[in-house]
């Protein structure tokens, strides 16, 4: 079973910039969703961006212009670069694969956005 990481996560200052990577194992060219979710304290898990094999990205509303998701398939990794973060950002962010095998997910990586 395919066991994504992630990796990245860290405290930042609220307009500071951070990148999550999420590696996994097996060919990136089986997974038709990778995709990028956040859990913040109290809160349900939410999706934030996620890119199919082809297609344009989708994202949450409350990300759109800051965050972007980037897929490298040959790397067998993904990340999701963030610009301009605000406390609300704050949360245990999870990496997603979705493919023919069934859906897996990382063990999380906190991101603490604060001054």
């Known amino acids: 079973q395919v066991q994504p990481v992630e990796s990245g996560g860290g405290w930042v200052q609220p307009g500071e910039s951070r990148r999550l990577s999420c590696a996994y194992s097996?060919?990136?060219?089986?997974?038709?969703?990778m995709g990028w979710y956040r859990q913040a304290p109290g809160k349900q898990r939410e999706l934030v961006a996620e890119?199919?094999?082809?297609?344009?990205?989708n994202y949450a509303d409350s990300v759109k212009g800051r965050f972007t998701i980037l897929r490298d398939d040959t790397k067998n990794m993904f990340a999701l670069q963030m610009n301009n973060l605000k406390p609300e950002d704050t949360a245990v962010y999870y990496c997603n694969l979705k493919g023919p095998g069934g859906e897996s997910w990382g063990q999380g990586t906190q991101v603490t956005v604060s001054s």
């Open positions: 890119r199919l094999r082809y297609g344009s990205p």
């Open positions: 097996g060919s990136g060219f089986s997974f038709y969703v």
